[in-house]
T-cell receptor, first 117, second 109 residues
Framework: GAVVSQHPSRVICKSGTSVKIECRSL??????MFWYRQFPKQSLMLMAT?????????EQGVEKDKFLINHASLTLSTLTVASAHPEDSSFYIC?????????????FGPGTRLTVL | GQSLEQPSEVTAVEGAIVQINCTYQ??????LSWYQQHDGGAPTFLSY????GLEETGRFSSFLSRSDSYGYLLLQELQMKDSASYFC??????????FGTGTRLTVIP
């Protein structure tokens, strides 16, 4: 099956620091990538959808100036948490879908655990 | 809007059968998916039902009734490694997935 990687797997930073998370599709071209946030014992909440070469579409309540998404190539999307605060501590997961893939078929990365002190 | 409700927790004995239910309210319906997620890990795809009925994949089966806005995931011959969270999810008209509230399954010896 298709493989999606994320880096880093875990990051601990001080409040006010900006953190960049990378999401890569390793063996397929991802025309669409999704970013989710998951708090402990809760469901995955979609933050934004990004298509290669265009601006991301953010879900209601997600600040686009705080969660900067760049999908510069068909294999890489990045999420930058600007000026992170403790309330941003969460598990961030990306997923990717290939060209022509059905809506139900998304391949998930292993997630990034962000802890803001 | 979308709403997918699941029981929050289920406990079952190793070797037994367990059913995890999902009731949904959606504006437009394209099918129901199931994902498994172990603690700290990525969700992994289990099954997808676009039409009514039962889909079987090894020890796991998934059922859908569109008239009842209801589906379930059936896990047979439970193993300890099946302890995980299970999510139902629906594709939305915006080409993404909306996840249910999740069910934490604990398998006990």
């Amino acid at each position: 099956g298709a493989v999606v990687s994320q880096h880093p797997s875990r990051v601990i930073c001080k409040s006010g620091t900006s953190v960049k998370i990378e999401c890569r599709s390793l063996d397929f071209q991802a025309t669409t990538m999704f970013w989710y946030r998951q708090f402990p014992k809760q469901s995955l909440m979609l933050m934004a959808t990004s298509n290669e070469g265009s601006k991301a579409t953010y879900e209601q309540g997600v600040e686009k100036d705080k969660f900067l998404i760049n999908h510069a190539s068909l294999t890489l999307s990045t999420l930058t948490v600007a000026s992170a605060h403790p309330e941003d501590s969460s598990f961030y997961i990306c997923s990717a879908r290939g060209a022509g893939g059905p809506d139900n078929e998304q391949f998930f990365g292993p997630g990034t655990r962000l802890t803001v002190l | 809007g979308q709403s997918l409700e699941q029981p929050s927790e289920v406990t079952a004995v190793e070797g037994a059968i367990v059913q995890i239910n999902c009731t949904y309210q959606t504006s437009g319906f394209y099918g129901l998916s199931w994902y498994q997620q172990h603690d700290g890990g990525a969700p992994t795809f289990l099954s997808y039902n676009a039409l009514d009925g039962l889909e079987e994949t090894g020890r796991f089966s998934s059922f859908l009734s569109r008239s009842d806005s209801y589906g379930y995931l059936l896990l047979q011959e439970l193993q300890m490694k099946d302890s995980a969270s299970y999510f139902c999810a629906v594709p939305t008209g915006a080409n993404n997935l909306f996840f249910g509230t999740g069910t934490r399954l604990t398998v006990i010896p």
